[in-house]
């Protein structure tokens, strides 16, 4: 099963909400990925986690907090949004971090919409 | 960083033809290519991958993708569109710079006539 799962699939919020994302692997997988996709534009990549560590962070605003509580499951917490984040975020994992020829797995996506 | 470039946002096939969506790569060492397609309102499917065993990849739903070193290429082909290849795709290349995290091209949206 190659299966990557994300809740919720839209989601609607005011910029003064709390809201989380989440997003959830059985495949093993012990390098899992945040992206954030504009409409008409290629992903980009926000965190990196290895082995449920942060390892990499893009200069993403502080706005958006990752965690990683176990190795299958990545949350996106998201605080005081701007409309410019609106967008599709997407999680992906891939067996080890390190590794240039691992397939990354994507999930469908979080349709994130803030007023 | 490694980068790709594709050439051509929009591409129109007719149905039963031949479809060629083309890739450039920037790397100072071998790179490892990827090939993704994305359904409107999906995430990203992974259509074939290079990993330098064989310069010619075949991927899923009979697409196929050739390296070429010497024109630092990756186009992806597929002989005979179906309406249901109808979709955005990306070339992308893992970067080392990001734990390997993928750097995508900016996309070509296919589309496929009767």
């Known amino acids: 099963d190659t299966e990557v799962t994300q809740t919720p699939k839209h989601l609607v919020m005011g910029m003064t909400n709390k809201k989380s994302l989440k997003c959830e692997q059985h495949?093993?997988?012990?390098?899992m990925y945040w992206y954030k996709q504009k409409a008409k534009k290629p992903p980009e990549l926000m965190f990196v986690y290895s082995y449920e560590k942060l390892s990499i962070n893009e200069s993403v605003p502080s706005r958006f907090s990752p965690e990683c509580p176990n190795s299958s499951l990545l949350n996106l917490h998201l605080h005081a949004l701007q409309p410019e984040d609106s967008a599709l975020y997407l999680c992906?994992?891939?067996?080890?971090?390190?590794?240039?020829?691992?397939?990354?797995?994507f999930g469908p996506g979080t349709r994130l919409t803030v007023l | 960083a490694q980068s790709v470039t594709q050439l051509g946002s929009h591409v129109s096939v007719s149905e039963g033809a031949l479809v060629l969506l083309r890739c450039n790569y920037s790397?100072?060492?071998?790179?490892?290519l990827f090939w993704y397609v994305q359904y409107p309102n999906q995430g990203l499917q992974l259509l074939l991958k290079y990993t330098s065993a064989a310069t010619l990849v075949k991927g899923i739903n009979g697409f196929e993708a050739e390296f070429k070193k010497s024109e630092t290429s990756f186009h992806l082909t597929k002989p005979s569109a179906h309406m249901s290849d109808a979709a955005e795709y990306f070339c992308a290349v893992s970067d080392p710079n990001s734990g390997y995290a993928l750097n995508f091209g900016k996309g070509t949206s296919l589309l496929v006539t009767p």
């Open positions: 992906a994992s891939s067996l080890r971090t390190g590794s240039s020829t691992d397939t990354q797995y």
């Open positions: 495949m093993g997988h012990r390098a």
């Open positions: 790397s100072s060492v071998p790179p490892y």
